[in-house]
Nanobody
Framework: VQLQASGGGLVQAGGSLRLSCTAS????????MGWFRQAPGKEREFVAA????????YYSDSVKDRFTISRDNAKNTVYLQMNSLKPEDTAVYYC??????????????????WGKGTQVTVSS
């Protein structure tokens, strides 16, 4: 199984980035997908998740109304559109896959597969 994340980079505060994560080696449409992030010296934290069907989405309070998660099951890809970026959004962003209906890719403990991460840096 591989989860390949891309789209990170350096952006000024207030700017936007779109992350993508393409999966292979698994039945993508059976997995809930999530995005997590980890800043230097901090624990990995939940950012956003989307159910296998795309019918339900979840966000952390810190990104709600600024970030949007979506998926295209035909392309085995999940996206994270990040708008109004802030310096505190700087982190390595990881995509994740979770088959558990109850946890739904919203907790690090229940993740089945992790991607390698992509760096997002927001300058002030």
């Amino acid at each position: 199984v591989q989860l390949q994340a891309s789209g990170g980079g350096l952006v000024q505060a207030g700017g936007s980035l779109r992350l993508s994560c393409t999966a292979s080696g698994l039945t993508f449409s059976s997995y809930n997908m999530g995005w997590f992030r980890q800043a230097p010296g901090k624990e990995r934290e939940f950012v956003a998740a989307i159910r296998w069907s795309g019918g339900n989405t979840y966000y952390s309070d810190s990104v709600k109304d600024r970030f949007t998660i979506s998926r295209d099951n035909a392309k085995n890809t999940v996206y994270l559109q990040m708008n109004s970026l802030k310096p505190e959004d700087t982190a390595v962003y990881y995509c994740a896959a979770d088959r558990n209906v109850r946890t739904g890719a919203r907790t690090t403990r229940a993740i089945d597969y992790w991607g390698k991460g992509t760096q997002v840096t927001v300058s002030s």
